[in-house]
Nanobody
Framework: QVQLVESGGGLVQPGGSLRLSCAAS????????MGWYRQAPGNQRELVAS???????DYADAVQGRFTISRDNAKNTVYMQMNSLKPEDTAVYYC??????????????WGQGTQVTVSS
């Protein structure tokens, strides 16, 4: 069983910054990819940013240059620094982790979601 705990959401004014964190725990043998998705009301969940175990990153065009994903492999934690936030970034942000358990079963787990609201 793998659990993800997210933190760092909140209310921020346009142009402000927030940092999201997501810590994975449980029966983890390896983590392959970690990433962040978001879902705004009425929209489908979409990929925001991801990072592989080798450090390669992928960003949605809408956040390129404003958001930065990073990870601490020793802590099984992924972060996302969000700068120059815009009202259209308002959404529930979900952490996503892909890996293998101690019994070598592959898993894909989701965090509980954290609300990010960008408004003046």
């Amino acid at each position: 069983q793998v659990q993800l705990v997210e933190s760092g959401g909140g209310l921020v004014q346009p142009g402000g910054s927030l940092r999201l964190s997501c810590a994975a725990s449980g029966s983890i043998f390896a983590i392959y990819a970690m990433g962040w998705y978001r879902q705004a009301p009425g929209n489908q969940r979409e990929l925001v940013a991801s990072m592989s175990s080798g450090g390669s990153t992928d960003y949605a065009d809408a956040v390129q240059g404003r958001f930065t994903i990073s990870r601490d492999n020793a802590k099984n934690t992924v972060y996302m620094q969000m700068n120059s936030l815009k009202p259209e970034d308002t959404a529930v942000y979900y952490c996503n982790v892909v890996g293998a358990t101690l019994t070598h079963v592959q898993f894909r787990s989701w965090g509980q979601g954290t609300q990010v609201t960008v408004s003046s």
